[in-house]
């Protein structure tokens, strides 16, 4: 029937013509939908007589057929070449440089930090965090400063207005606070550190009113100073990146520990630079101690039963003095220029096995 194999010869070429999937959804319709010129022909099969719809009935079909399996090759052509498009168009040079400028730089305190966590985290310490806003108890009184209790007023501490009831909130003295949260709400055997802002009403070269500590708590059976003085010393050797180091405890006094002591590391200020591990002066880097029974007692831990040692450590001081800076001011001036010349790359991420800085 020459009107049908005309009719599929215009319509197989209309599909291989058709540039877009809307073009050839039309040339769909136009040929097979219900007003479509195939479906039309297909309406004539009533007026035949049966001996005609027995030849023609078959051919019809299979145009239908075959209209039906070019439009969806066609249409599977077509979306593949769109894909491939959209591939070529959206490709990325994975092997162009980075440009690590556009994200700023990592402040030398946030690098300490990330420092700090990754040599714990290796010894199995997690990271614990309190709020900056405390409440006296927190601060000073489960950690067995009472009431005038010199050591509140040598904290000089910011305080917030008082409550109706008498009490004050404030902004947190040291990161001591959080070894009380962490007890309160932790089963030992606890191994934290806490690294965060801490807050003092003091300020000069050395000292600014805000300034950052890491606390250290581990609580659990049978723990000594032994403990605690490994525990420093593998530490600072990390942090130093030194295989050896000299460390001296000072018998000092904090009110939640006992006995406490502070730490020196050794070190020569020779020729105006500062070198750790040689020398002959001492650097102090922090406060520590064995828990002290009546901070375990407030916290419903018995003390009998378990033993703990605290340390904290001045952060900014540490940052100085690994990384060289002698005034600690700028550390919170928010000066492009020094943040540009003491920031850090914020891809390249401490660990210990790729180097922490
Ligand atoms: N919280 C003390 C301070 O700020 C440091 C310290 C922490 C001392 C833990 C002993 C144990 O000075």
């Not at 079909?61 to 439009?71: E, G, P, S, Y």
């Not at 950690?143 to 009490?167: C, Q, V, W």
């Not at 609580?219 to 050896?244: P, R, T, Y």
């Amino acid at each position: 029937m020459t009107d049908a194999s005309q009719l599929k010869t215009d319509i197989e070429a209309d599909i291989a013509a058709a540039q877009t999937l809307d073009a050839l959804e039309a040339i769909r319709v136009a040929a097979i939908g219900k007003k479509g010129s195939v479906s039309a022909l297909m309406k004539t099969l009533g007026k035949m007589s049966p001996e005609e719809r027995q030849v023609e009935g078959p051919k019809l079909n299979a145009l239908k057929r075959d209209i039906t399996d070019a439009v969806a090759a066609r249409k599977s052509a077509l979306e593949e070449a769109a894909l491939e498009a959209q591939l070529a168009a959206e490709q990325v040079d994975v092997t162009l440089p980075v440009q690590t400028q556009d994200f700023g730089t990592i402040h030398p305190v946030s690098q300490v930090m990330d420092e700090l966590s990754e040599i714990f985290a290796d010894m199995g310490f997690a990271v614990a965090e309190g709020p900056e806003i405390e409440d006296e108890f927190h601060n000073f009184d489960a950690l067995n400063i009472p009431a005038h209790h010199p050591a509140r007023a040598m904290h000089d501490t910011f305080y917030f207005p008082e409550k109706e009831d008498g009490s004050r909130m404030l902004l947190r003295t040291h990161t001591s606070p959080v070894q009380i949260r962490t007890m309160l709400s932790q089963e030992p055997p606890i191994r934290i550190i806490a690294p965060g802002k801490t807050y003092r009403s003091d300020s000069d070269a050395t000292h600014t009113p805000m300034f950052h500590q890491v606390e250290g708590l581990v609580i659990e059976e049978g723990i000594h100073m032994g403990h605690l003085k490994g525990c420093l010393e593998a530490f600072v050797k990390a942090f130093f990146q030194l295989d050896s180091i000299d460390m001296r405890f000072r018998a000092s006094f904090f009110p939640f520990t006992e006995p406490s002591a502070e730490v020196d590391i050794r070190c020569s200020f020779e020729g105006g630079t500062l070198t750790i591990g040689e020398g002959e002066d001492w650097l102090e880097i922090g406060g520590c101690g064995m828990v002290h029974p009546r901070v375990m007692t407030a916290c419903n831990l018995d003390p009998e039963r378990y033993q703990g040692f605290a340390f904290g450590c001045g952060i900014d001081r540490l940052a100085m003095l690994k990384y060289g800076m002698t005034d600690l001011r700028p550390f919170f001036d928010g000066d492009q220029r020094w943040l540009k010349h003491y920031g850090f790359s914020p891809l390249a991420v401490p660990t210990l096995a790729g180097g922490l800085s």
